[in-house]
């Protein structure tokens, strides 16, 4: 007899759902989830957090919530990714790099040591689960939704760095969760918004697409959330992977004997939620395989799902051996992860297994963290071409132009405590003047910048681009500027926006705008230090 086998149908469902909610305390809508529908998930956001400190204790909270409730222990989750996707960026969480910076250093084992120290940290906070890494190969220069949040365009490449991701995670303890299968990467429709295919036949997705997951697996990696995306070589019918029996159960679980957990991407987003419904897509998501059905925002959505899977049960639409199976896992899992245990204790196993498929040793386990993230920041910083306008000269007189990212998406949640390029660059030399404008600055204002340069100033312009194509205002500034002035042109996030602007003199890349990526460019502009950096994507 298993040890869940007295649970009831409503028990057994409700532990199969991840939920979110809205408040930095448990809220009305966390209890009735929990005390009422059984959850056996909870996910946060930015929404949830105040302070580390606050968060420690609203998953301490939870969890007292939960035993009162069941006889497991809520699986608690977050999307920490690193880079431009962090929802915790306070002080106490480090700010690690992003995918595509890491795979700009070359260095797996950079990975590695991020994940560990991340992992760690959201261990001591009270979660379970991070919902990284990102294993989509980002070959799609008009991708708006993956992007920087890839290793990389080489398939290898992202399966190094994503097996290492893996690796660090579960040494600390936590679940890493490979993402998004069977591959984000070669899209240009962002899920969040529309339903989006991948036509490629199935020599190209065993060559490219799956070749991450598959080295994931091999890292015994805990968990895989699934794509909204159509794979006709896979799947006949015009349906998303997160809704198909041959992607999760017949390629996912049989052909690739992934034995983990599959969660499935939010059912709120529009490629699911308008097409499908989010009652009736929980319901062809386990149906599918998928033993995690992740709704994270609107009570109402989360009630009407969970309902309708147990009602699916009740008339034979669900087997009921699936709720089983993937209970079954669940509980496998939590029992290993999940709550008080310690993380030497619970990740013994799953580190001495994945670390057989890291490239190299770990070599920086003594180095402390901030020197550590300003080595890799240094090796990541790629300059593309450079005209002879890099290093500056020491009396040169700098103008920069540095865009302020404010308004926030689920996948793009800048850094709130970073300094602006000229306020550090200020600190390495005299002669500094900045600029701020949005990420949408209208033709008006580029024309008062144009014309406010000082003869001999060199003009440094920072672009920052997140949905993969560079917004109308910030390209009108470039072309405008480029007419008398030879530029040098940091990319901020996305390396691509050098596709659609003028040949500037010196073209920088840095993936992000953190705090140690913006430190090490002031560096490396002063020419205080040699940028490393390899592009992992093909700009042309």
Known sequence: MNSWGHFTLEQKVGQLFMCGFHGQQVDEQITRLIQDYHVGGVIYFRRNVKSVEQLTRLSAELQSLAAKNSELPLMISVDQEGGMVARIDKDG??????SMALGATGNPDYTYQCARILGAELKGIGIDMNLAPVVDVNNNVLNPVIGVRSYGENAETVAAHGAAAVAGYQSSGIAATAKHFPGHGDTAVDSHLGMVTVPHEWERLEQVELRPFRRAIEAGVDAIMTAHVIFPAIEPEPIPATLSRHVLHGLLREQMEFKGIIITDCLEMHAISKPYGVANAAVRAVKAGADLILVSHTLEEQIAAIDAVVEAVRHGDIDEQIIDLALGRVVDWKQRRCGNQSSDQSSEQSSEQSSEHLSMPCSFSSVPENVLL????????????????????????????????????????????SDSLGMVLGQYKKHVREHKITTQPSYEEAERITKSVKEGEQVIVCTYTSAGVIPKGQRYLIERLSENHSLIVVALRNPYDLLEIPRPGAYVCTYENTPAVVRALSLMITGKLNPRGSLPVRLS
């Open 374 to 417: 300003d080595e890799i920041a240094c090796k990541s910083i790629t300059v593309v071409h450079n005209d002879g306008l890099l290093p500056l000269k020491p009396e040169q007189n700098v103008f920069v132009i540095w865009p302020e990212v404010v308004q926030r998406t689920e996948v793009d949640e800048p850094w709130s405590h």
């Open 93 to 98: 969480v480090t700010r690690v790099p992003g």
